[in-house]
DNA sequence: CTGAAAGCGCTTACAG
DNA sequence: CTGAAAGCGCTTACAG
């Protein structure tokens, strides 16, 4: 086994106290330079490394983040939604850069989390992330105020609790990209994704595909609106009974890329050209919008500038600051699928 | 701030001594049961958490895992290789099964490795996960092994170290799923992936494809073999290259699902069918094979028992048992991109 | 079955 | 600038 150095070893070895080697590697001013080199030398020596869990006792501090991660709840127990991956990517960027240790875990939306990570001084706050009605889960997010736990969610923002969110403008991003597609020269336009199935977010996007159709002088036909939850198979599906319908229709805008994704795989066995017959867009800008044939246009969620605001916020509070919730923009991607 | 419960409080609200409270709460077969439900109930009723900083401290163990991401070397910052973000999603449900939380951390191949999260005693033992030529960190894993560190790592084996991996059979799969083309009438085969940047996987998979071709009585032309990362980018300008030289294939074989699904798009562009005129397989199996058109036929990589074969294997290690280095076979996942 | 006590390896107020 | 000492909150041998 392994011989395990203490701060009192290379006390020994410098010819100084403990405490001072202590002072020594945390850089204390207290301590003379010159012994402070000393220690340090001796300690990357032996490579010495300070034991956190001492320290994160002493201090009451872990230095790490916990990321609590929501599976969809229709989810085939492999894949995540590559969304919330690209911002599990960004999230452990940003607090590798703020000097944090990121722990993180999976749960289920529907069971009793895990969320003790605070409580067991195991992280110093945490971070939510996951699509899903926060009225599903209001009751454990007032637990978690009541505990008094720091933590930030992504998404929406909670109305009447006071709960500090980072989440996307989904509103103007579903304006914003239909009215890139109205000024396509489109007319028709159907909704793929769930609007009544307890996801703010997409109703959002929702609201404000249909406000740009109002503001343009277009029909919203809600027999065009046809419920998909974010998955490849599911944006598939709804597109074969948009289809099965027999309304006319010459665009598509949906909640997500992954719905969009399906929804074009759809189109295009049926027949259809994209976007000759039918434009598409999606709303993420997941990796994959690139890839497709023809490559998707969509809304971009900034996920690295996402995942630095949650974590910056949920610092704030470990060290007792306030934060504020935050909408971003979504931003236009233009790529080819509804045209030039 | 929120009044810290300890097991004090425990113990004086129960009325027994904090070793009891403890025990009772770690259900050792020493306490009374009686004794054990009350404690269990109040420590229940007051939200009392067991402090991990002070157990990990006394027993040594902190129940915790660290793995390390490494990147791609050319990564634009925000993006992960999409197969390792499939790994990752599995080893955490593979510790999260076991019982362990899951540090995540990212590294640069390149720079020095932050990986002292055993050192420190956040983490019982390490998982290293990246493509990469191990020649290029050898001499980090003989450090890690230099100071006993338990760790277990994804890829091919390492030769001359003990040093326990778990990888895919990359050599196999290359061999079937050339075989599989081969079976579908193609007689020219060009093969995209770096095979001279220190990629043993991708090298296995070449030289399985080259295998397989000379079993089949089929030229191997070096000059179809053509350099790429596994970058989505890099298989387009691969394939590009490919048409550039004028030489005939009627089939692409390539290291990854990345670089397939670059290529096609570029073949695809250049007017060329897939399959009709060239059929196009990748390897790894990520979430977009599927969604690609045509759909992309591959060699999968198991990643959910690869994941779960680290986890068991990297725990066999930290409790001092042997574990073996392991191959998992690939599997031939049959779609549309190289006919029916 | 239970309790008193030692000790895990640090950090930091306190005294000099 | 440095050292002796207390204490963070547990777990577990030891004694009963």
């Known amino acids: ?47 010495y490394k300070v034991d956190k869990n001492a320290s994160s006792l002493r201090t009451q501090l872990s230095g790490t983040i916990a990321l609590l991660l929501f599976e969809d709840p229709t989810n085939d127990d492999s894949l995540i939604n ?28 529907s069971n009793d989390w895990h969320a003790d990570f605070e409580d067991t001084r195991k992280a110093d706050g945490i971070i939510l992330l996951g699509y899903g009605d926060y009225t599903d889960y209001e009751e454990k ?38 009215e890139h597609v109205i000024n396509k020269n489109r007319q028709h336009f159907a909704f793929l994704g769930g609007i009544s199935i307890g996801s703010p977010e997409f109703l959002d996007r929702y609201s404000g595909h249909c406000q740009a159709l109002k503001d343009n002088n277009l029909k919203v036909d809600s027999n065009l ?13 709804a597109a074969k009974q948009l289809i099965a319908k027999g309304i006319k229709f010459d665009a598509i805008c949906t909640a997500s890329d992954l719905i969009a994704i399906g929804a074009m795989r759809a189109i295009q066995e049926a027949g259809y050209n994209v976007p000759g017959d039918v434009a598409i867009v999606g709303f993420d800008d997941i990796a994959t919008a690139c890839s497709t044939s023809p490559a998707l246009t969509t809304a971009k969620q900034d996920t690295v500038l996402a995942g630095e605001l949650l974590v910056d916020k949920l610092l704030q509070l470990v060290s007792g600051e306030v934060a504020q919730t935050q909408l971003m923009p ?3 991607v233009v790529r080819k699928s509804c045209g030039s």
Request: hydrophobic share 40%; with cysteine; net charge positive.
């Open 1 to 47: 086994m392994r011989s395990k150095q203490t701060s009192f070893d290379i006390a020994y070895r410098a010819g100084v106290s403990q405490s001072t080697v202590s002072r020594a590697l945390r850089n204390s001013p207290l301590v003379n330079e010159e012994t402070r080199l000393r220690v340090q030398a001796i300690a990357k020596e032996l490579n």
């Open 82 to 109: 590559p969304f919330f991956l690209s911002m599990l990517g960004s999230i452990t960027r940003a607090s590798a850069k703020k000097g944090y240790d990121l722990l993180v875990s999976f749960q289920q939306m």
């Open 141 to 178: 997010l007032v637990q978690l105020i009541k505990q008094e736990t720091h933590f930030v969610r992504w998404g929406a923002d909670v109305k009447g609790l006071s709960v500090v969110s980072v989440g996307c403008d989904n509103f103007q991003g579903g304006y914003q990209i239909t």
């Open 225 to 237: 609106q046809i419920d998909a939850i974010s998955t490849d198979e599911s944006g598939y599906q």
């Open 330 to 332: 979504a931003t236009l």
